[in-house]
């Protein structure tokens, strides 16, 4: 290993914060690079769970650096609570192993106000977004309005842009009667805490370009899913950030050279959280299972997830728009007591088949898919760590999704822990 991405291929929580902080121990620097603390990631580590949202899932491990990177939105006061809590916890958080972007984008208390606001507003266009203020933070960002982490260091411009953000928003919630923001409060809070954020900033760009020459082991982690994608995935129902794999670069000031591996981690099943398209849905039993036994709730609002059978036709598009070289797959354990499990090989409409994840076709809604059926394992895989373990039913599933897809599996996950992991290719 050398250069890896690390990127969700469904929709998010696909298990992306266990298979990062597993390849992390072989890694020097683990950087984030897009999303904001709308990430949950829940990491196992024997009797221990770690709950992850805007640090790198390589900050459990030690003598390891991690990056924020320019393309993520920061909420500082969460950064602060999640270091705070993960000191409690043992892990040791200084500037020796968290560097953050000098440029990134910071995310006020306005955004999740906004947030918030306009998804109560929008009746049956009902995003279902995380409430953190992530689409109205980056729309502050493309405007060219952001209050941005080197800001800090300036007292005078901290009034001036918090104003500038404040007075925009506050035009929109006028108009609508809401109680209107103060920005005194947003600059008094954010000067009070300045210091404890700013002596992580750093230009990252630079720091990776060294790290590049060096030849260290660099993972990049990706937040959400190719399908949240702001221009690939199942817009309007997406976050508001780029997830595919060319986004490490941007969202890190990383060269595009010596990209040794895009990994794109896969659910054995698929899920959503929020409204949208999600053709392979499933309302019934198989959808109630899936969900009790992959306890299927969201990390970062509890939100139940929505539940559905793996989507070859889906997995296809997020493949070939980021470049994914390679499979982990995750929560294989949870399908070990279904008698028949499906995987979606097409859509129909009527008479007429689909075999491409067009949006055209994905939202006129009333596309069946086409599945192909698996007997069931029905036996334990729970905790295997060696695929010859794997029962010949559980194989052939695996091999049937490696075949379609055309992209090798090199990890199986068999459990939340850690420990929990079948390594194919390393
Ligand atoms: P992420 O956002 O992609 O990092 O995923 P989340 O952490 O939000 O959701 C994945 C959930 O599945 C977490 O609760 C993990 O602890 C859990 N998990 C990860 N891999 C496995 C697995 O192989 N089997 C089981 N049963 N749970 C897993
Ligand atoms: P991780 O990194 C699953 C979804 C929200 C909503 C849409 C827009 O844990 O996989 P936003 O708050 O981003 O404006 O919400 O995107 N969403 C996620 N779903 N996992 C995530 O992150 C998500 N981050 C955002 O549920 O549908
Ligand atoms: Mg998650």
Not at 201 to 221: F, G, M, P, Q, R
Not at 369 to 394: D, Q, V
Request: proline content about 3%; charged content about 25%; hydrophobic content about 35%.
């Amino acid at each position: 290993m050398s250069k890896i991405i690390v990127i969700g291929a469904q929709w998010g929580d696909e298990g992306k914060g266990k298979i990062v902080d597993w390849l992390a121990e072989k890694a020097n620097i683990i950087v984030r690079f897009q999303g904001g603390h709308n990430a949950g990631h829940t990491i196992v580590v024997g009797k221990k769970e770690f709950k992850l949202s805007v640090l790198p899932s390589g900050i459990l491990r030690e003598k390891k650096l991690c990056i924020i990177g320019n393309g993520v939105v920061l909420d500082p006061w969460v950064l602060l609570k999640e270091i705070d809590t993960l000191k409690k916890l043992g892990v040791n958080i200084t500037k020796n192993n968290l560097i953050i972007s000098s440029s990134i984008s910071l995310i006020l208390p306005i955004h999740s106000i906004i947030d918030n606001l306009r998804e109560s507003k929008s009746g049956k266009k009902l995003i279902g977004t995380t409430g953190r203020g992530i689409g109205p933070a980056y729309e502050d960002k493309i405007a060219r309005r952001s209050l941005r982490l080197y800001d800090l260091n300036d007292e005078k411009l901290v009034e001036e842009k918090v104003r500038l953000i404040v007075d925009h928003h506050n035009i929109w919630l006028k108009s609508f009667n809401y109680k209107l923001v103060d920005a005194n409060e947003i600059i008094e809070n954010i000067l009070s805490i300045s210091n404890k954020i700013i002596c992580y900033a750093d230009e990252v760009w630079d720091i990776l370009d060294k790290h590049n020459t060096k030849d260290s082991k660099i993972l990049y982690e990706g937040a959400q899913g190719i399908m949240l994608d702001i221009d690939h995935g199942t817009y309007p129902y997406v976050t508001s950030s780029n997830t595919v794999s060319g986004q490490a670069f941007t969202g890190s000031g990383s060269s595009l050279k010596n990209i040794n591996k895009i990994l794109g981690v896969i659910k054995a099943y698929s899920t959503r959280v929020g409204s949208g398209p999600f053709p392979t849905e499933d309302d019934g039993e198989d959808g109630q299972n899936l969900g009790e036994l992959g306890k299927e709730f969201g990390t970062v609002t509890g939100r139940k997830r929505r539940c559905g059978w793996l989507d070859l036709i889906q997995l296809k598009k997020s493949i070939t728009v980021s470049g994914i070289t390679n499979l982990a797959i995750t929560k294989l354990d949870v399908l070990d007591s279904f008698n028949i499990i499906k995987v979606c090989i097409g859509y129909k409409i009527g008479e007429i088949k689909y075999t491409s994840f067009s949006m055209d076709l994905i939202n006129k809604g009333n596309l069946k898919p086409i599945y192909k059926t698996f007997p069931g394992w029905l036996s334990n895989t729970y905790g295997i760590t060696e695929y010859n373990l794997l029962p010949n039913k559980a194989k052939a599933y695996l091999k049937y999704i490696e075949k379609s897809l055309k992209c090798p599996i090199d990890l199986i996950s068999t459990g939340p822990d850690r420990k929990n992991l079948i390594k194919i290719n390393e």
